[in-house]
């Protein structure tokens, strides 16, 4: 009886297993893509589609940021990215209902960060992060909606797309979980929150 129930266990283990391998590599296989694809799970508005991943930018890095504009900010600053890709801004905008907005070519580098000045090693160890986490290596995801109180956090929405998101990310770049980054752990920020902080650390965790 008790090998029964063991075996039981072990299968029904494995019905949940086998589904996920298989959702991980239809996953890994899109973010091989080019165009616009679809991405099971994630809304995703194209401002400006994939390219060939061989002519994007080697990002070795992804920091999270959070924005201080209203629900529905993160359409009009995507929309503004992808008029003017350099300005201030990130290449992936993330809506309070869940819509990601791919607003920049992956060969270009919008203006994010603060040159990864932060070394007090308050959040992480910064001798690995001071001066060398930067824009020109890192690709930016901007989560909109924390006003007009800056400690709201994520929305359920945008956290369900971000499990996804940061994988497709981490997939398509060849990142691994230990270099996504919260704005506040690698630049001295809004002392009112920590910016990005429980998002990126959420990352972490499902990437282990």
């Known amino acids: 009886m008790m090998i029964s129930h063991l075996f039981a266990a072990v299968l029904a283990a494995l019905c949940l297993i086998v589904p996920a391998i298989a959702e991980d590599a239809n ?12 991405i099971p799970g994630l809304k995703i508005v194209w401002l ?4 060939d991943v061989r002519d994007a930018r080697p990002w070795r890095n992804i920091i999270v940021h959070q924005t201080e504009g209203p629900a529905g900010s993160a359409r009009g600053g995507a929309q503004a990215q992808a008029k ?17 907005y791919w607003a920049v ?31 020109d290596n890192s690709i930016g995801v901007e989560f909109a909606g924390n006003y007009p109180d800056v400690t709201t956090g994520p929305t359920e ?36 929150y920590c910016e990005g902080c429980w998002l990126a650390t959420l990352a972490r965790v499902w990437g282990e």
Do not use: C, F, M
């Not at 400006?48 to 390219?51: E, H, I, L, S």
């Not at 497709?168 to 009112?192: Q, S």
């Open 157 to 192: 929405a945008q956290v369900a797309a971000w499990r996804i998101l940061v994988k497709l990310l981490r997939a398509r770049y060849g990142i691994p979980p230990d270099r996504v980054y919260a704005h506040n752990w690698i630049d001295y920020k809004d002392a009112r």
């Open 105 to 135: 070519a992956e060969n270009l580098v919008p203006t994010h960060g603060d040159g990864a000045n932060r070394n007090d090693n308050k959040y992480i160890d910064n001798r690995a992060t001071y001066r060398q986490i930067v824009r």
């Open 48 to 51: 400006a589609p994939w390219g």
């Open 84 to 100: 003017a890709p350099t300005r201030r801004g990130v290449t992936v905008w993330v809506e309070t209902d869940g819509t990601v």
């Open 27 to 38: 996953l890994a296989k899109l973010a091989r893509a080019s165009g616009t694809p679809d």
